[in-house]
């Protein structure tokens, strides 16, 4: 898959509202499975849950099985501590990782961070939680967490799980699984980037996408038309770039210019329907909105310079040549904006 920029960001956002509560609790909903040890209900027990919940589940997930978005970018992979038994992974081992961590993985010591009871208590709840009683212990799609009707998206589960590749040709899947494939796309792929594809695609590339390519690269002459892309992502298809015969020299400048420079944020089409503009606060501008009346030339080349207080737009005055933000100008209302009926 290409190169997800918003991953990261998707499980920061995760980890804050995985932290201590203001009662020092765990804050998503706990969904505890263990019914066999009376040991889990004890504070010890509980204080471990905290912990697990706050320092480890980003790596060792939520019911430590290593199933999640970070694993995904480690090698060697995060202990999947549901795979081990007591006898290969006894409490004395998960206690000294925690404390001393493990050489040549992301395993990092917790001390001075963890007090000795932290690190006793979420030792003993890992091995009683994950590898004795393989209890789910977190869910995190809750109401409490604001996913209320999460089975409402039970159809794109194989897709997030990866049991269906993301770029299977749509002549191999059902009716059934290209609607869910489509689900996935347009409801779940914003945290679950990493979804298993065929093609990974580049290691790296200039622009952020996070969508099955499908063969798209942005601005290539390759590019298939907007119809296929769109099956591919709702984002996809905004990284087309308008064909527009009889462009003006200037306009063909301010083509190059815009392409290079401002597709990032606004989209290949202008609409700021992409992947990064859709995820900017507040959004990038949908320049396809405007006319020539209400945004007239001087105030467009205006909003171009000196940039929009408030919001991503940046100056450009400094970076681009006064006939560069005309040409760009001239580009924008020529192929993006309204035409007045």
Same mark, same amino acid.
């Given at each position: ?6 991953? @990261?960001?998707?499980? @920061? ?5 995985? @932290?201590? %509560? ?6 998503? #909903? ?9 040991? #889990? ?6 204080? &471990? $849950? ?13 019911? @430590? ?10 090698? =060697? ?34 001390r001075g961070i963890l007090d000795e009871a932290e690190m006793q208590a979420v030792a003993a709840f890992v091995a009683q939680e994950f590898v004795r009683d393989k209890a789910r212990n977190t869910a995190y799609h ?5 996913w209320p009707g999460h089975q409402k998206f039970a159809p794109a589960f194989p897709f997030a799980r990866g049991e269906i590749a993301?770029?299977? =040709? ?8 290209? %609607? ?12 679950? %980037? ?16 996070? /969508?099955? $390519?499908? &063969? /798209? ?14 099956? #591919? ?36 089409? &202008?609409? &700021? ?5 859709? /995820? ?18 001087? $105030? !467009? ?6 940039? !929009? ?27 993006? /904006?309204?035409?007045?009926?």
């Amino acid at each position: 898959m290409a190169w997800r920029v918003l991953g @990261g960001a998707a499980l @920061g956002a995760a980890v804050l509202l995985a @932290g201590y %509560d203001t009662a020092g609790g765990a804050a998503p #909903a706990r969904q505890h499975a263990t019914a066999t040890a009376p040991a #889990a209900a004890t504070a010890q027990h509980e204080l &471990g $849950r905290k912990v697990y919940n706050f320092r480890c589940y980003f790596c060792h997930g939520y019911s @430590g099985d290593a199933k999640t978005l970070a694993a995904s970018y480690l090698n =060697p992979l995060p202990r999947d501590f549901t795979a081990a038994t007591p006898q290969q992974l006894p409490g004395g081992a998960i206690l000294a990782a925690v404390r001393d961590g493990r050489a040549g993985t992301a395993m990092k010591s917790f001390r001075g961070i963890l007090d000795e009871a932290e690190m006793q208590a979420v030792a003993a709840f890992v091995a009683q939680e994950f590898v004795r009683d393989k209890a789910r212990n977190t869910a995190y799609h809750t109401p409490e967490n604001g996913w209320p009707g999460h089975q409402k998206f039970a159809p794109a589960f194989p897709f997030a799980r990866g049991e269906i590749a993301l770029d299977e =040709p749509l002549d191999k899947l059902s009716d059934a699984q290209r %609607d869910a494939r489509r689900l996935f796309l347009t409801s779940c792929i914003s945290c679950h %980037d990493r979804a298993r594809v065929a093609d990974e695609g580049p290691a790296w590339s200039s622009r952020p996408v996070s /969508f099955p $390519r499908m &063969g /798209f690269e942005p601005g290539q002459p390759n590019t298939p038309p907007v119809d296929a892309v769109s099956s #591919a992502s709702v984002y996809a298809k905004h990284e087309v770039v308008p064909k527009v015969v009889g462009l003006s020299p200037r306009e063909k400048r301010g083509e190059k210019l815009f392409q290079a420079n401002c597709s990032f944020c606004h989209g290949g089409d &202008g609409t &700021g329907k992409n992947w990064i503009g859709q /995820f900017m606060e507040p959004k990038a501008r949908d320049l396809t909105q405007y006319t020539l009346q209400s945004m007239p030339p001087a $105030r !467009l080349q205006q909003v171009i310079r000196e940039g !929009l207080p408030g919001t991503s737009m940046p100056a450009w005055q400094s970076v681009l040549k006064p006939a560069e933000i005309e040409a760009v100008g001239a580009y924008v209302q020529r192929v993006m /904006f309204r035409r007045d009926s």
